[in-house]
């Protein structure tokens, strides 16, 4: 069994083989172009916040673990061709002191190669001062940037999860931060109207938040660091620059040995997380599309929860058991210094575009009783099915306890609950955790109504 990728999906797959099959069983073989294996990437912008230590604090299992358990990891080591034909693949030694390169067959080849994180062409964008932050190596150069140079202006390209969470991590560290955004709001992840409340919770933590601005250059000083960046409209000086552009599924190297990939450029499997077409060859995490369970078509979500799911089904299939991971439903979660964001299932445009008609409600709540102590608002839109009245999404924008309501919604997507069904959920209730009707649930009673209401004209 060889790996392509040390992270999540990755390793869960070995380590699953491994539990299932042992050394004389099954040889497995990893490869790992960093120095790092199974990280949380997620921690990064919290890591350079100063919220948690790092990066050992990150790491779930070193290189030497997995070796003591019979796995064979091969770190600052890059496949750089896969030969299908042969069932080989092509890996180099990045050490300079190594071997360069050399063939390894496989009976099994799991590709869990992750994503990149877009990096617009433009001049200045390799200056130094310019950071992307996808892995650890990633976040210790950020660091040593941080450390190293005076930065008092940071402008974050971006304003996704990735960006509102470096802009958080920045202001923590005490820099003025811009946040320049292409789209109309930050959080594209979010129906536009969402996105303004997080827009104005950002503009009040101090995070100037620029909208529509198409960045067109990194301008660098005399030196060739990062002096500002430049819109279309504008200059904002900046000592330090993140990326947060979202990523991308690091494909190439398995397109260039003819795998197939989907609309978003993820490789495409069945359930048993076998590439279409392909008996032998598996793939997991960043790299691959997944099915939508609520619109039924494939879609790009990189998360570490699907690729440890994924992992595990893979090792599980390679080691002689059997799993299958049926889909998601679009769930994530995430902050801005107190600010808590979450949605799961589609956005608005998301279920037009797959030609579904739906009726959207949006109501106003709080996270508990409201006569307790530090109860706090939130924001819950939902949209229903017209007719069925069948859940298609949720979002919740607000302050604590807001974030993982979300997973009730999450539940009800997967079971395929409408959202009159939802009504009657048995949630848990006590004055500091919820009202006696549940954010979740008031929302739901109004899409309800509103269903049955269109229904009736």
Request: aromatic letters at 4%; proline letters at 5%.
């Amino acid at each position: 069994m060889v790996v392509i990728g040390g992270d999540a999906a990755g390793m869960s797959a070995a380590s699953r083989a491994r539990r299932l099959k042992s050394r004389g069983e099954l040889e497995i073989l990893a490869f790992e172009r960093g120095q790092f294996t199974s990280y949380s990437a997620c921690g990064i912008p919290y890591w350079v916040g100063g919220v948690v230590n790092g990066p050992d604090e990150l790491v779930a299992r070193t290189p030497e673990t997995h070796r003591g358990r019979g796995i064979d990891v091969r770190t600052n080591t890059e496949v750089v061709e896969i030969d299908l034909a042969e069932q080989r693949v092509l890996a180099r030694d990045l050490d300079p002191r190594g071997e360069d390169e050399r063939w390894y067959g496989f009976d099994d080849l799991v590709i869990a190669t992750g994503a990149r994180p877009r990096r617009p062409r433009m001049p200045g964008i390799d200056a130094p001062g310019v950071h992307g932050v996808q892995t650890l190596d990633d976040g210790r150069a950020l660091l040593e940037t941080l450390e190293s140079t005076p930065v008092e202006r940071a402008v974050v390209i971006g304003a996704g999860y990735i960006g509102v969470e470096m802009a958080e991590a920045l202001i923590q560290r005490g820099c003025l931060v811009t946040v320049l955004e292409r789209g109309d709001q930050p959080m594209s992840t979010l129906d536009p109207d969402m996105g303004r409340l997080v827009r104005d919770a950002m503009s009040g933590l101090g995070i100037d938040t620029v909208t529509g601005a198409e960045v067109t250059e990194v301008i660098t000083g005399e030196d060739g660091r990062v002096r500002a960046v430049a819109t279309k409209v504008s200059e904002y000086p900046a000592d330090l620059v993140v990326l947060g552009l979202g990523v991308a599924p690091e494909t190439g190297l398995a397109q260039e040995a003819g795998l197939p990939v989907g609309d978003y450029g993820g490789l495409l499997t069945d359930q048993a997380m076998r590439v279409r077409g392909y008996d032998n060859i598996w793939a997991g995490g960043d790299c691959v599309e997944v099915l939508d369970l609520v619109s039924g078509r494939t879609r790009h979500i990189p998360l570490g929860t699907h690729a440890n799911k994924h992992g595990q089904v893979i090792g599980s299939n390679v080691g002689g058991d059997y799993a299958t991971f049926p889909g998601v439903v679009g769930t994530a979660v995430s902050k801005v210094c107190d600010l808590e964001i979450a949605r799961t299932g589609l956005l608005e445009a998301e279920a037009a575009a797959v030609g579904l008609e739906f009726e959207a409600v949006t109501i106003e709540s709080t996270s508990r009783a409201g006569y307790y102590p530090e109860t706090r608002p939130m924001t819950v839109k939902m949209l229903a099915e017209r007719r069925t009245g069948r859940l298609l999404g949720t979002q919740i924008v607000g302050r604590e306890g807001a974030g993982k309501r979300v997973d009730i919604a999450a539940v009800a997507l997967t079971a395929g609950m409408t959202v009159e069904r939802m009504t009657a959920l048995d949630l848990g209730y006590a004055p500091p955790f919820s009202p006696v009707w549940d954010p979740v649930l008031v929302a739901a009673r109004k899409a309800a109504a509103t269903v049955r209401a269109a229904e009736r004209h």
